[in-house]
């Protein structure tokens, strides 16, 4: 038979009863507002092309049951090396001028862009999507997205997706923005410095 809470003489729950009832009501709660969290640490990096990268991802669940990774890409919505060099077409300027949340190169309608799913990790099996198979990729460290030999590209917005099937509150997914730089021809200076400060400024 199931414990049920018991009365004392006076029709009131007991005082272990209360107790247990307290935490109870405690953790559901907790359980309630923090839900699944995913939080890549890093907003922005940078990486140099035919070089291996790790975009971090972590995260935590109330679930039990093993969660699916999934890293999903999305393109630039205008070209991002223009910009930082200074050459950002006259319209962009003007409509980032007018709302300074709104971000031309990453915050468009993935219509206007190419989205495409680069892996997925159920258990410890990970799935390559179409367009990058035969790559050196890989989810790492339940939930790390490495990449053995960067291409041109590569850059442009990366999606950490979480999905549990018993964990549905909270925040699933965090994205990290990347971008690969070259080499100017016969220097040894990486092409786009100014670029590397607008990153990280």
Known sequence: MPA?????????????????????????LTAMVEGLQVTVP?????AMLFQPTVLRCHFSTSS???????????????DRMGES?????????????RNLEWDPYLDCLDSRRTVRVVASKQGSTV???????????????????????????DSGLYY??????????????????????GRLSNQDVPCSLILIRHLSG
């Open 127 to 153: 799935t390559l999507g179409d367009f990058y198979r035969g790559r050196e990729i890989t989810i790492v460290h339940d939930a790390d997205l490495q990449i053995g030999k960067l291409m041109w590209g």
């Open 85 to 97: 060099l200074g050459m950002s077409s006259p319209r962009a300027q003007a409509l980032s001028k």
């Open 64 to 78: 039990h049951q093993p969660a699916v990774v999934q890293w999903k890409f999305k393109s630039y919505c205008q």
């Open 4 to 28: 049920f809470p018991t009365l004392d003489l006076d029709g009131k729950l007991g005082k272990m009863d209360r107790v247990v009832l307290g935490w109870t009501a405690v953790f559901w």
């Open 42 to 46: 890093d907003k922005k990096k940078v």
């Open 160 to 181: 950490c997706i979480i999905t549990t099937p018993d964990d549905l509150e909270g925040k699933n997914e965090d994205s990290v923005e990347l971008l690969v730089l």
